[in-house]
């Protein structure tokens, strides 16, 4: 058995549900363990469009992004009333300490029983600070407005550690803005490199340590309606993007980053795709994931792709290349049992 980790998202009717379901088929093979992300949280960071649209400090615009062959969801555009200052605006609850804490009670019941072992965490996945300004904030205010945004994500993960133990908890960033900014594609975007390395180490710092911190390199995996099943936004073309932004963001970073996360997509077992990992560097207390675990190719699949992988890494966990919130309802399972029959070198 490999190490494993679940990325987030899983297609199940309840937490409750998701916390049985790994308990039966992951039962001490995974460290964390989500959610979820069930019910409306399927969509990701569509969620949270309500929570922008509501805001009485907000207005919408005609622009929009999305709608096209890679995003298939329109994300509408906010941005300052008139008369309302940027540095004014204050985004309150944006329901992530609500839904957290209204699973943390089935968690701590799944681990009382026996479903999930006594030492397992809770993790959390959010969407960082810039992934939700470029979703749904207007380009010219993204910049005033992310101080506040920033400090209503901090909020969130207060009032979650009121609640949740530190040790107890691990939160983990999802950032495909970061991800694209470093690819060079996307919508329309004035941050830099620079500024996304930057902006992960605020994203760090709202984490106290002793909670545990992952980062999931996220290349999307909005529905196919062809398929029923998740697709890139972009089909990485390597690894590079990521080891260059893990390794941009790493000096930015003044508190023990647990683990990364990094896509494969599932015809990637060449050579080229992996030969970056050679020069990722990850302090020894880091976990890498690889998310090389495809239910279409199975043992098999995952075997070729481990296979390659270790010409250029070695250490290393596995995982899907997203969450499964996207995956039809009877692929979870099967997908779960996956990670169990995987092994590395």
Same mark, same amino acid.
């Given at each position: 058995?490999?190490?494993?980790?679940?990325?987030?998202?899983?297609?199940?009717?309840? !937490?409750?549900?998701?916390?049985?379901?790994?308990?039966?088929?992951?039962?001490? +093979?995974?460290?964390?363990?989500? &959610?979820?992300?069930?019910?409306?949280?399927?969509?990701?960071?569509?969620?949270?469009?309500?929570?922008?649209?509501?805001?009485?400090?907000? +207005?919408?615009?005609?622009?929009?992004?999305?709608?096209?062959?890679?995003?298939?969801?329109? *994300?509408?555009? *906010?941005?300052?009333?008139?008369?309302?200052?940027? %540095?004014?605006? +204050?985004?309150?609850?944006?329901?992530?300490?609500?839904?957290?804490?209204?699973?943390?009670?089935?968690?701590?019941? !799944?681990?009382?029983?026996?479903?999930? /072992?006594?030492?397992?965490?809770?993790?959390?996945?959010?969407?960082?600070?810039?992934?939700?300004?470029?979703?749904?904030?207007?380009?010219?205010?993204?910049?005033?407005?992310?101080?506040?945004?920033?400090?209503?994500?901090?909020?969130?993960?207060?009032?979650?550690?009121?609640?949740?133990?530190?040790?107890?908890?691990?939160?983990?960033?999802?950032? /495909?803005?970061?991800?694209?900014?470093?690819? %060079?594609?996307?919508?329309?975007?004035?941050?830099?490199? &620079?500024?996304?390395?930057?902006?992960?180490?605020?994203? !760090?710092?709202?984490?106290?340590?002793?909670?545990?911190?992952?980062?999931?390199?996220?290349?999307?995996? /909005?529905?196919?309606?062809?398929?029923?099943?998740?697709?890139?936004?972009? +089909?990485?073309?390597?690894?590079?993007?990521?080891?260059?932004?893990?390794?941009?963001?790493?000096?930015?970073?003044?508190?023990?980053?647990?683990?990364?996360?990094?896509?494969?997509?599932?015809?990637?077992?060449?050579?080229?795709?992996?030969?970056?990992?050679?020069?990722?560097?990850? /302090?020894?207390?880091?976990?890498?994931?690889?998310?090389?675990?495809?239910?279409?190719?199975?043992?098999?699949?995952?075997?070729?792709?481990? !296979?390659?992988?270790?010409?250029?890494?070695?250490?290393?966990?596995?995982? $899907?290349?997203?969450?499964?919130?996207?995956?039809?309802?009877?692929?979870?399972?099967?997908?779960?049992?996956?990670?169990? $029959?995987?092994?590395?070198?």
């Amino acid at each position: 058995m490999a190490r494993a980790l679940l990325v987030g998202s899983l297609n199940l009717d309840s !937490a409750d549900a998701v916390f049985l379901a790994v308990g039966e088929t992951l039962s001490g +093979e995974v460290s964390r363990v989500p &959610d979820g992300e069930t019910g409306d949280r399927l969509g990701w960071i569509f969620a949270l469009q309500p929570k922008i649209a509501d805001n009485p400090s907000l +207005e919408r615009v005609e622009q929009t992004w999305g709608g096209d062959e890679t995003i298939s969801h329109v *994300f509408p555009q *906010f941005r300052p009333r008139a008369g309302v200052d940027g %540095g004014d605006v +204050e985004f309150g609850n944006l329901g992530y300490a609500d839904d957290a804490l209204a699973s943390w009670e089935g968690f701590v019941r !799944a681990r009382n029983e026996g479903v999930l /072992p006594a030492d397992v965490r809770f993790q959390v996945s959010l969407p960082t600070a810039y992934m939700a300004l470029m979703a749904y904030i207007d380009i010219d205010h993204r910049e005033a407005l992310a101080p506040a945004y920033e400090q209503a994500l901090g909020d969130e993960i207060n009032r979650i550690l009121d609640v949740i133990p530190a040790d107890d908890l691990a939160i983990q960033w999802d950032i /495909p803005c970061e991800v694209g900014t470093t690819e %060079g594609v996307g919508p329309p975007n004035r941050w830099t490199f &620079d500024d996304v390395c930057r902006e992960l180490g605020r994203m !760090a710092a709202l984490v106290p340590e002793p909670v545990e911190l992952g980062f999931h390199h996220c290349y999307g995996d /909005p529905p196919d309606p062809e398929t029923g099943h998740g697709k890139h936004w972009l +089909e990485p073309p390597s690894m590079s993007a990521m080891v260059k932004l893990t390794n941009g963001m790493l000096p930015h970073m003044q508190r023990t980053v647990t683990w990364v996360h990094m896509p494969v997509p599932i015809e990637r077992d060449d050579d080229d795709y992996y030969a970056a990992l050679a020069d990722l560097q990850l /302090p020894e207390e880091t976990e890498l994931y690889l998310g090389l675990l495809h239910l279409e190719d199975g043992l098999d699949g995952a075997r070729r792709r481990i !296979a390659t992988a270790t010409k250029f890494v070695d250490n290393f966990g596995v995982a $899907t290349e997203c969450g499964l919130g996207r995956l039809p309802r009877d692929e979870v399972r099967p997908t779960l049992e996956l990670h169990r $029959t995987v092994t590395v070198p």
